[in-house]
């Protein structure tokens, strides 16, 4: 796609702007498309992609601009790099730049638009119109705005959305990269039917949602142990507890407030604890038995945020500004301290598709190279687990990253991620490895896990460096309870006497604490 900036805009003094200063605005105006706008820009860019003013005018108290630009040192940037050229150069006539008046800003973006493709609504544009392959933007932009590079951020979206579209059509990326083989199963039901007849587990009353009994949870701590004597102790990592409730300031960084909206519990604050306040809410419920939501919701504030959603980014600004010293990397730590929530809406099932879930998250951050190495060693200690513990039959596969796929985005993370020369080595392993099992009683496949090397992507957002000044990368895997026991179940039955014989030996025998009359 190929983008052109068009600005016309006056640069506003504090008198009139004298006939002799013409000359002095000419040549300055000459320098800065000689040399000022070229400061950056690679060699061998085309002229015409550069910024330029083309044109000046001088009426009154204003010098007026027409500057135009393809993506380099785009006509704003320009803009802003002449006020600071001209300025002082106009000083010499008495003249002080008072204000900036932006007259007219458009862009025009050129590309062959998918038939998904659908121009965002903002509040900045005042017309956006598509003849072939040339869709042309009209914006109504502050000098705040276009210096906050609220264009560059529109280009950048309206990029996403035709990327987006032009994949829409396509299967979201899938690539297997590793297979079990067929495994013996001794199971051909869907597990959450019999953990309900055995009375493993009962539906909550919120949607999407379980009470696990002793049974379930039991089968919880014994994957539990299995991965921290397999798989956290030996690797390192070491046990922290994120927040589980992500404030907006989190998701800012972390990327998710970019498109996570329909999938959030929304979290609100009382506008105020006075017990007086609230009075009338309470005494509604006692005299009609039902809870007043219309009520409620007029004297709440917010949402700040939602409930726990990816698990990892809430870990981040424990370490946000911060230059890490080279003798504590690769940090390597975990997470089991709550749950996470997603509104499913039409999705859920059984215990594996929830509302709300449980799981281990696995973090770590260091190097590029040694991100990469931990990644590989959790590969290698899962494989073992599933193969010689859980002896289950699955297979792995590169999938659009789940940091990608959170804000909305398909394809790989080749396609949007740059990072420095320096990770080169690693670059092309940034992403997301999904590990699936077999549903025996189904036939499809359950995402069970993943493990993601998600380059420098968080330690970006949250401005976190290492102290080689090398970039920072990072990686996490989640671990889901409730998908860990959907796959082992599927498999191999409730009834631990079918189970692979370590399992069963570290499960022992649940009691049974609840007889029903
Ligand atoms: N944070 C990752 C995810 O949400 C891994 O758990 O998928
Ligand atoms: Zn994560």
Redesign the pocket.
């Known amino acids: 796609m190929s983008v052109r900036f068009n600005l016309d805009a006056g640069l506003l003094f504090n008198a009139d702007i004298p006939a002799e200063a013409a000359a002095t605005v000419e040549k300055m105006v000459g320098e800065a498309n000689k040399t000022l706008f070229r400061k950056g820009v690679p060699a061998g860019v085309p002229e015409d992609e550069i910024g330029r003013i083309e044109d000046f005018s001088i009426a009154g108290s204003v010098l007026g601009l027409r500057i135009r630009s393809g993506p380099y040192t785009r006509a704003h940037d320009a803009l802003f790099r002449f006020r600071k050229l001209i300025a002082p150069s106009l000083g010499k006539f008495r003249l002080g730049l008072r204000d900036m008046e932006i007259r007219s800003f458009w862009i025009e973006m050129r590309g062959e638009f998918p038939e998904g493709f659908r121009m965002p609504k903002l509040p900045f544009i005042l017309s956006a119109d598509r003849s072939g392959d040339t869709l042309k933007i009209s914006l109504r932009m502050e000098a705040a705005d276009l210096e906050n590079k609220v264009p560059d951020r529109l280009v950048r979206l309206i990029e996403e959305k035709f990327q987006s579209a032009t994949y829409g059509g396509k299967a979201e990326h899938w690539e297997l990269i590793f297979s079990s083989g067929p495994k013996r199963t001794m199971n051909d039901s869907d597990p959450t039917e019999q953990m309900i007849k055995q009375g493993w587990i009962r539906h909550a009353l919120s949607r999407g949602q379980w009470i696990h009994g002793p049974q379930s949870v039991r089968l919880w701590r014994t994957f539990e142990k299995i991965v921290l004597d397999e798989i956290i102790a030996p690797l390192g990592f070491t046990e922290m507890v994120f927040p589980k409730l992500t404030p907006w300031e989190v998701w800012k960084k972390s990327g998710h407030a970019k498109g996570v909206y329909p999938e959030i519990y929304y979290v609100c604050t009382p506008k105020t604890r006075d017990p007086e306040y609230w009075e009338d809410v309470g005494d509604y419920f006692k005299v009609t038995g039902e809870v007043p939501v219309d009520m409620i919701r007029e004297r709440i504030d917010g949402p700040i945020g939602g409930l726990c959603?990816?698990?990892?980014?809430s870990f981040w600004p424990f370490v946000q500004g911060e230059t890490i010293a080279n003798d504590c990397l690769p940090i390597r730590v975990f997470d089991r301290s709550g749950t996470?929530h997603r509104y499913e809406s039409g999705g859920i099932h059984g215990i594996e598709r929830v509302d709300e879930f449980h799981?281990m998250?696995i973090l770590w951050l260091g190097t590029a190279e040694q991100t990469v190495g931990i990644a590989d060693r959790l590969h290698e200690a899962y494989m073992r687990v599933f193969e010689n513990i859980l002896e289950l039959e699955w297979r792995c596969a590169r999938v659009t990253p789940?940091?990608m796929a959170?804000e909305g985005m398909v394809g790989t993370a080749q396609d949007t991620i740059t990072t420095p020369s320096e990770t080169a080595c690693c670059a092309d392993r940034v992403g997301?490895t999904d590990y699936e099992a077999l549903l025996p009683y189904s036939g499809s496949w359950l995402e069970f896990q993943?493990v993601?090397i998600n380059g420098n992507k968080y330690p970006k957002g949250f401005s976190v460096k290492i102290q080689s000044g090398t970039e920072c990368w990072s990686g996490?895997?989640?671990i889901g309870l409730e998908r860990w026991s959907a796959s082992f179940l599927a498999q191999k039955g409730l009834d631990p006497a079918n189970w692979p014989e370590k399992v069963a030996k570290i499960y022992g025998e649940p009691e049974e604490i609840f007889r029903f009359m």
Do not use: K, L
């Open positions: 959603y990816a698990q990892c980014p996470s799981r998250e789940w940091f959170q997301t993943n993601s996490c895997s989640g």
